[in-house]
């Protein structure tokens, strides 16, 4: 159905639709469209997923059916001509009499829905039938396009064991702040999470504290779901260090032959690392081909950091690996083994990905995520890599919100706030354009030591989170104006049981 043409007007600020993150451009016009009964979509080619979207999104609190009519007076459609929309923007109209949701990929599309579920009254966002409400939207036109393509929360699940209950949970929560990466953190010093059909006793041993396990249909339901939601699953395994629990399932990938370990009860950086003999070297490979057949994110993270190399200055067989590839030193062993896994996920046709403790320390042709410093993420661009900026300062959810009391424990050192999240700039303006062209974008991090439910879980992630989405969407740091929409935007999180701030002041 064609929509009358329409011309903005200017609204007051008191009227502007409050959504997080802020659309690029967005007029409000006069009027309303209502959602009811008789509603139907007329649904293009290639925009069958946004349809089911929008039906599994507003069915629970409005009941309504939105059958697929040919005269549907909610447009959806992909329009590859759209260019300027790149893969991941939306155009969306609303008028007194329709819709017309267009974007150039279905990806788009299931943006545009996310922004269709704000506009409409915050009691949609209700997993029960709500009676009595008038689903209407306000009549707008948008235009929304990201500034970065990857939009990013790591949740760390080996420390503390998530069920996958709650993934799809989180992962609904991204979706509905236009994030697009979920960054599972699966295997670390006190848990293994990923079975590997081959390695049974990863799980059997390394899966049993904080928690348990997952299973492999587990795994791939996730990645399904995700994807309809327009979410991408990067799984993370550690290594070469973080790895005490493979090493308590299998000891003889350590540098110790015959030593026996338990699964790490302890938080902080673990000593054991993996050996750098061919069966270590087999074992990596094991595990990585079973993590690319359940994930098929073009991104396979690897871990990379904090090793400890003490055991291989000791080992007899590490000392004869380094002396036979020529290397300066035991040292020198970590960039060795990060090369041959990395060169493996690169041979499958997969991107290796891998933190980085300074920006200098690992092949160019791994895309790295600079936590330390941002200044590291600079370095890392210069060297050829592209990155995702993770600068533990503006970025890490596990630290505390505030200096309160009142705070619960979180990890020590450093306050993150809402201010110094919404304040990060993945891609500064003082870094030259093709600097900037290597920043893939952000994403932020919750390591779970500290973080004991999911309550907790969803605590300390929002609405930090929000800032963060805002940060990697529209871009602005309009401080005031964010301030203003996230208190509106607060009803919404309620609506979904998200836990508000211990303070009654804050969001």
């Not at 545009?112 to 306000?138: F, K, Y």
Request: contains cysteine.
């Amino acid at each position: 159905m064609p929509l009358p043409r329409l011309v903005p007007e200017p609204a007051p600020l008191s009227l502007q639709p409050r959504l997080v993150p802020e659309p690029t451009r967005l007029s409000v016009l006069p009027g309303s469209f209502t959602f009811d009964a008789t509603t139907a979509l007329k649904v293009s080619p290639g925009a069958e997923a946004a349809a089911d979207l929008l039906r599994a999104l507003l069915r629970p609190a409005t009941g309504l059916p939105l059958p697929a009519r040919s005269d549907g007076a909610v447009v959806l459609a992909v329009d590859p001509a759209l260019t300027g929309l790149g893969g991941e923007g939306y155009g969306l109209t609303v008028g007194a009499e329709g819709v017309l949701l267009r974007a150039a990929r279905p990806q788009g599309l299931l943006a545009g829905v996310q922004t269709l579920r704000q506009l409409l009254p915050v009691e949609a966002l209700h997993d029960a039938a709500v009676p009595g409400v008038a689903w209407s939207v306000p009549c707008v036109q948008i235009t929304d396009v990201p500034r970065f393509p990857w939009r990013g929360s790591m949740l760390d699940v080996a420390r503390r064991f998530r069920p996958v209950s709650y993934l799809r949970r989180y992962v609904d929560l991204l979706a509905l702040h236009k994030l697009n990466v979920l960054h599972l953190h699966l295997t670390d010093d006190q848990g293994w999470r990923m079975p590997v059909a081959a390695l049974p006793r990863l799980t059997e041993v390394g899966g049993v504290p904080h928690g348990g396990a997952y299973t492999r249909a587990e795994l791939t339901g996730l990645v399904t779901y995700a994807t309809e939601r327009g979410v991408t699953v990067v799984p993370e395994i550690e290594m070469p260090g973080h790895v005490r629990a493979a090493l308590a399932a299998y000891p003889d990938l350590g540098n110790h032959p015959g030593r026996t370990y338990d699964v790490w009860d302890k938080w902080g950086v673990c000593d054991t690392i993996l050996g750098v003999h061919d069966e270590a070297l087999d074992f990596c490979r094991t595990v990585l081909d079973e993590v690319m057949d359940v994930f098929p994110s073009s991104y396979v993270h690897i871990g990379g950091e904090e090793c400890p190399t003490t055991e291989w200055h000791t080992s007899p067989a590490a000392l004869r690996r380094a002396a036979e590839e020529g290397l300066p030193g035991p040292d020198a062993l970590h960039g060795w083994f990060m090369e041959r896994v990395g060169r493996h996920l690169l041979d499958a046709g997969r991107v290796p990905l891998s933190w980085t403790e300074n920006g200098a320390d690992l092949p160019p042709y791994f895309t790295v995520m600079p936590w330390r410093d941002a200044d590291h993420g600079r370095t890392a661009v210069r060297r050829g890599h592209e990155v995702v900026m993770a600068p533990h300062r503006t970025t890490y959810l596990d630290y505390p919100q505030s200096s309160s009391p009142a705070e619960p424990p979180g990890q020590a050192g450093e306050v993150v706030d809402l201010r110094a999240v919404h304040g990060n700039d993945p891609a500064p303006a003082h870094w030259t354009p093709e600097e900037s062209a290597r920043v893939l974008g952000a994403q932020a991090q919750l390591w779970t030591e500290y973080v004991p439910t999911d309550a907790h879980a969803e605590y300390l992630t929002f609405p930090r989170l929000c800032a963060l989405a805002e940060v990697v969407w529209t871009g602005r740091h309009d401080w005031p104006g964010f301030q203003d929409r996230l208190g509106h935007h607060r009803t919404r999180l309620d609506a979904l049981g998200v836990p508000r701030r211990l303070s009654p002041t804050s969001p």
